[in-house]
């Protein structure tokens, strides 16, 4: 796997944009700042984080999401994936 | 979640007959029966007139006849004779559930009956070929949510700790690093396992002796809502799948699930044989070798429910395993979403 790099999530609902460093998950920084969103597997693999991409290219790194879920629904899960993108913007 | 927008399986095809079966399904009760001209019938069993179940009743010529106090029902559900009196209310009528036979099965709808269409019923035309595949077939009633049977099923993990007597019958770590191919379809998923040079569980040896190490394959297509479609086998370790012949093992097994309450269900299942197929004890043995790895599920998921009734599914965690599970789980989701939009 190549290395990670860092990118910037900004969250729609309050606009606050934070910096996910390459050794950080976003659901990590997202706990960081307070914002409580609801994991329980951490890698993709029970759907309870799922969220929607507004804006950005997704790196998906999830088990479960079909192509339409990725594609169409433009969902994410941000335990364990990341962005291509500099900046992505979700649905939080 | 039970999707009541969907084709169950009600029963196998000989299990049911003139004398009426109950069998509640998606939390209704329905009575099975066939006509004395043979067709498979499917009602509510419960009289329009004072409630008893039609289950209790007989069927004769005109059709089936509450044996309470004689009021005689047809097919479609409507009350064709009402003892002692001329006029029979319009009213009169229980409701009459769309039911198909096919694959040597019964096929029942209990949603809406105008979004009932035939062709969303899975084929399974193995039931049909006794010269290339004769299978045996049976019911088992699970006191488990179906979804629970379906997670089992789509789980390979489980083999080695609930099964080392019979399908699992190899160290964890076998399951554990066999090869995966997991894919969505429109409708459901398949699930692809390879595990080469692995021992042969002991389900396949009491079938099929084999030498030494085998490489074992098995192949599952979910289909929403309920039904796992089964290939496994084996060869001798290095030999090509598709042209070993003998020791050779292979079995498809058909699985339905059908919900009967929200914490039970009926595990309609088959096994076929396909490598010695003029052998009628050798698809026996298939038979009670699977069987025996079924009431090992049984004990388990049985157990599950009662403390799922107690603590929930919220704070349970999903692992690495899970995955299949959880696109099986979504897959059924949408077809939720798809046959009910406006819930």
């Given at each position: 796997?190549?290395?990670?790099?860092?990118?910037?999530?900004?969250?729609?609902?309050?606009?606050?944009?934070?910096?996910?460093?390459?050794?950080?998950?976003?659901v990590?920084?997202?706990?960081?700042?307070?914002?409580?969103?609801?994991?329980?597997?951490?890698?993709?693999?029970?759907a309870?984080?799922?969220?929607k991409?507004?804006e950005?290219e997704?790196?998906?790194?999830?088990?479960i999401?079909?192509?339409?879920?990725?594609?169409?629904?433009?969902?994410?899960?941000?335990?364990?994936?990341?962005?291509?993108?500099?900046?992505?913007?979700?649905?939080? | 979640?039970?999707?009541?927008?969907?084709?169950?399986?009600?029963?196998?095809?000989?299990?049911?007959?003139?004398?009426?079966?109950?069998?509640?399904?998606?939390?209704?009760p329905?009575?099975?029966?066939?006509?004395?001209?043979?067709?498979?019938?499917?009602?509510?069993?419960?009289?329009?007139?004072?409630?008893?179940?039609?289950?209790?009743?007989?069927?004769?010529?005109?059709?089936?006849?509450?044996?309470?106090?004689?009021?005689?029902?047809?097919?479609d559900?409507?009350?064709?004779?009402?003892?002692?009196?001329?006029?029979?209310?319009?009213?009169?009528?229980?409701?009459?559930?769309?039911?198909?036979?096919?694959?040597?099965?019964?096929?029942?709808?209990?949603?809406?009956?105008?979004?009932?269409?035939?062709?969303?019923?899975?084929?399974?035309?193995?039931?049909?070929?006794?010269?290339?595949?004769?299978?045996?077939?049976?019911?088992?009633?699970?006191?488990?949510?179906?979804?629970?049977?379906?997670?089992?099923?789509?789980?390979?993990?489980?083999?080695?700790?609930?099964?080392?007597?019979?399908?699992?019958?190899?160290a964890?770590?076998?399951?554990?690093?066999?090869?995966?191919?997991?894919?969505?379809?429109?409708?459901?998923?398949?699930?692809?396992?390879?595990?080469?040079?692995?021992?042969?569980?002991?389900?396949?040896?009491?079938?099929?002796?084999?030498?030494?190490?085998?490489?074992?394959?098995?192949?599952?297509?979910?289909?929403?809502?309920?039904?796992?479609?089964?290939?496994s086998?084996?060869?001798?370790?290095?030999?090509?799948?598709k042209?070993?012949?003998?020791?050779?093992?292979?079995?498809?097994?058909?699985?339905?699930?059908?919900?009967?309450?929200?914490?039970?269900?009926?595990?309609?299942?088959?096994?076929?044989?396909?490598?010695?197929?003029?052998?009628?004890?050798?698809?026996?043995?298939?038979?009670?070798?699977?069987?025996?790895?079924?009431?090992?599920?049984?004990?388990?998921?049985?157990?599950?429910?009662?403390?799922?009734?107690?603590?929930?599914?919220?704070?349970?965690?999903?692992?690495?395993?899970?995955?299949?599970?959880?696109?099986?789980?979504?897959?059924?989701?949408?077809?939720?979403?798809?046959?009910?939009?406006?819930?």
């Amino acid at each position: 796997m190549s290395e990670e790099r860092s990118f910037e999530v900004k969250l729609a609902k309050s606009g606050k944009v934070l910096t996910i460093p390459a050794d950080k998950s976003i659901v990590e920084i997202l706990y960081e700042n307070d914002i409580h969103h609801p994991i329980s597997c951490e890698q993709g693999i029970c759907a309870t984080c799922i969220v929607k991409v507004l804006e950005g290219e997704p790196d998906h790194r999830d088990s479960i999401l079909t192509n339409d879920e990725r594609n169409v629904n433009r969902e994410f899960t941000p335990c364990c994936s990341r962005a291509f993108s500099d900046l992505i913007v979700l649905d939080i | 979640m039970i999707v009541n927008n969907a084709w169950y399986v009600a029963a196998w095809g000989d299990e049911i007959t003139e004398n009426p079966t109950p069998r509640r399904i998606c939390n209704e009760p329905v009575v099975l029966y066939r006509t004395l001209d043979g067709q498979a019938v499917a009602l509510q069993d419960s009289c329009c007139h004072r409630g008893a179940p039609l289950s209790l009743g007989t069927v004769i010529e005109k059709g089936i006849r509450c044996n309470y106090h004689g009021l005689i029902f047809g097919s479609d559900g409507a009350c064709v004779e009402v003892p002692n009196q001329d006029m029979i209310p319009k009213k009169a009528r229980v409701r009459n559930y769309p039911l198909v036979e096919k694959d040597q099965m019964l096929w029942i709808w209990i949603g809406d009956a105008e979004k009932a269409d035939e062709k969303m019923i899975p084929d399974y035309p193995f039931h049909n070929d006794a010269v290339n595949w004769p299978h045996i077939h049976d019911m088992m009633p699970v006191k488990c949510h179906y979804l629970m049977l379906v997670d089992n099923l789509l789980d390979a993990t489980h083999l080695a700790y609930v099964h080392p007597e019979s399908v699992g019958g190899s160290a964890p770590s076998v399951h554990m690093v066999a090869k995966n191919a997991l894919d969505a379809t429109d409708n459901g998923i398949t699930l692809s396992r390879e595990m080469s040079n692995a021992p042969p569980p002991p389900v396949y040896n009491n079938c099929v002796p084999f030498p030494g190490m085998i490489d074992r394959w098995q192949e599952f297509e979910f289909i929403a809502p309920s039904f796992v479609i089964q290939y496994s086998g084996g060869v001798q370790n290095g030999e090509d799948r598709k042209t070993a012949g003998a020791p050779r093992f292979d079995m498809r097994i058909w699985h339905a699930l059908t919900p009967e309450t929200d914490t039970s269900c009926f595990y309609f299942w088959s096994t076929s044989n396909g490598h010695e197929t003029d052998n009628p004890a050798a698809t026996k043995k298939i038979d009670s070798e699977i069987r025996k790895a079924l009431a090992e599920d049984k004990v388990m998921v049985e157990a599950q429910q009662l403390r799922i009734n107690e603590f929930g599914e919220e704070w349970l965690v999903d692992n690495k395993a899970d995955a299949p599970r959880v696109m099986a789980r979504r897959a059924v989701s949408r077809l939720q979403q798809k046959q009910n939009p406006e819930a």
